[in-house]
């Protein structure tokens, strides 16, 4: 059996990036795991990183990223995966980064989370032998997703091919979004489009991130709508041939076959 393994900078980058690749891949009996980077709990979190759930709603005596987690878990559910991984490292606000702004600037001299990535994405990468890896391009610009980048360059093996997903909701909101400086070079694009089935899951595993929902699309309705809408946008950027789509930066050459 195939595996294809999802690299997801946080909890719910590939559900609402590529969740309805993910599912196509699952239904067709590939073994798709789920990856998340960034998921420790850090006990009583305060200024910037107690902002970052407060200001949805969520009161500092609850365990932020044990709630994002279990909605990782049912997620995961409705994509079909068949394992899920947490690597336990901490967030952007617990590494240094202490605004809004400081998330999508430069990486910081003192962030020095790169190793400890990389090595427990080396162990992942050795333990799944995956055929396929799917990882963010960037789009935005988050720090936290340019680290994750980083260390899926410097591990997976030259044979194995990468398709890097494009980032959502960022390029909802910044549809002419460019990648992040560490994607490779001389990728081309590649689209796989969805089926009806395949977009239902996108949907319903992205719904199961309420916690996430108001602030990134507004309501759990608006993320049926903006996934629908993006997907057809995407398949008609492609000329994918059929009225929903996800779109890649691949291996020039490189063709879905699934």
């Known amino acids: 059996m195939p595996v294809a393994l999802f690299v997801s900078p946080h909890l719910d980058d590939v559900a609402f990036s590529c969740g309805g690749t993910f599912a196509t891949l699952a239904q067709a009996g590939w073994q798709c795991v789920l990856l998340t980077v960034f998921t420790r709990s850090v006990p009583h979190p305060t200024g910037f990183a107690l902002a970052c759930q407060t200001d949805k709603g969520l009161g500092p005596e609850i365990d932020y990223l044990a709630l994002r987690r279990a909605e990782d878990t049912a997620a995961a559910q409705y994509l ?4 899920v991984r947490w690597l336990d490292l901490p967030e952007a606000p617990h590494r240094g980064y202490h605004s809004p702004a400081a998330l999508f600037a430069d990486l910081l001299p003192a962030d020095d989370i790169g190793p400890a990535l990389t090595a427990l994405l080396a162990t992942a990468v050795a333990e799944t032998s995956p055929q396929l890896v799917f990882a963010p391009q960037g789009l935005g610009l988050h720090v936290d997703h340019r680290q994750v980048m980083h260390a899926v360059r410097a591990v ?3 044979t194995v091919p990468v398709l890097w997903y494009r980032d959502t909701p960022y390029i909802i909101r910044q549809p002419a979004a460019l990648p992040a400086p560490e994607l490779p070079a001389g990728l081309a694009e590649v689209a796989l489009p969805l089926s009806e089935a395949a977009l239902a899951a996108k949907v319903a595993a992205s719904q199961a991130y309420p ?14 709508v903006k996934l629908t809408q993006l997907a057809g946008t995407e398949a008609q950027a492609a000329n994918a041939g059929a009225p929903a789509a996800e779109r890649f930066a691949a291996q020039a050459g490189y063709v879905f076959s699934i």
């Open 211 to 224: 916690s996430q929902i108001g602030f990134q699309f507004g309501s759990a309705e608006q993320v049926r």
């Open 156 to 158: 997976v093996p030259p």
């Open 80 to 83: 079909g995966a068949a394992t």
